[in-house]
């Protein structure tokens, strides 16, 4: 029973500090240049009758911001976006699995011409959809393939974008039990606001000692015992002015 109070005791402190955070926050402007449209064109497996205006849920940055961007567009506009994102993530996923993949996506040395033809008969045998395949092959030239798994993540946080949900990763010393969770997601979803989905992710770190950690939307509420026994610490080794 001593561990679940422990993370317990860092729900309170958590609640308002979500609702300080949320009320302070800004949604930025989305950024658009030719170098995003470019990619889109370059992607779509061929011209719509009607174009049609896509609007990308989040601000990317980056490289990997840009690609994943121009594939959220195309694939939005090809309504295929959930069968492109699955298509990818099973790429990624395979290349986890077998170190031959992995170290061909990472190969400088490769051609551009040897590159593009292997991944356009990989996505070929795994009969991926257009989009896909013409995403790869342009990363391919590019040689960004190394750069992939990271193209995608940024791809996946627009499709839950999209969908309305929102990725919570939660870290405790054990599995957070399912009143706790409920209750975490209940007041995360009273700070987002109708039309968004918590998705809880947990993870597992004894290194904390006892409460939580809680990340999403790029913030991070650290309720953890490691970290208030740090702040003790230092607050004890500050000079006394007695």
């Known amino acids: 029973m001593a561990m679940p109070m422990r993370i317990r005791s860092g729900l309170p402190l958590l609640r308002p500090a979500l609702f300080v955070e949320s009320s302070s926050a800004s949604t930025p402007a989305l950024s658009s240049g030719s170098t995003l449209t470019q990619f889109t064109r370059t992607y779509a497996a061929a011209p719509a ?18 690609y994943a961007s121009a594939l ?3 694939a939005v506009k090809a309504n295929v976006l959930d069968k492109v994102e699955s298509e990818l993530l099973t790429l990624v996923e395979a290349s986890k699995k077998s170190p031959t993949f992995a170290q061909f996506m990472k190969d400088a040395s490769v051609t551009s011409d040897a590159r593009v033809k292997a991944i356009n008969d990989i996505c ?6 257009d ?10 030239e590019a040689r960004r393939l190394g750069h992939v798994g990271r193209m995608v993540q940024r791809f996946s946080e627009l499709t839950m974008a999209h969908r309305g949900e929102v990725k919570v990763t939660v870290t405790t010393v054990i599995p957070l039990p399912l009143e706790e969770e409920k209750e975490l997601i209940e007041t995360l979803q009273e700070i987002l606001g109708q039309g968004k989905k918590v998705k809880v992710d947990q993870k597992i770190d004894t290194g904390i ?6 990340e999403f939307d790029q913030k991070v509420f650290d309720m953890s015992i490691r970290t208030r026994a740090r702040q003790m610490e230092r607050f004890l ?3 006394s002015n007695l």
């Not at 009758?49 to 840009?66: E, I």
């Not at 989009?131 to 391919?140: D, E, G, L, Q």
């Open 72 to 74: 959220y567009i195309a």
């Open 131 to 140: 989009i896909t395949k013409n995403f790869m092959a342009v990363v391919a």
């Open 124 to 129: 070929s045998q795994a009969k991926f959809s």
């Open 49 to 66: 009758s009607k174009q049609q205006k896509v609007k990308v849920p989040l601000t990317m940055f980056g490289v990997s911001g840009n």
């Open 209 to 214: 000692l006892g409460g939580l950690v809680v």
């Open 237 to 239: 080794r500050q000079p």
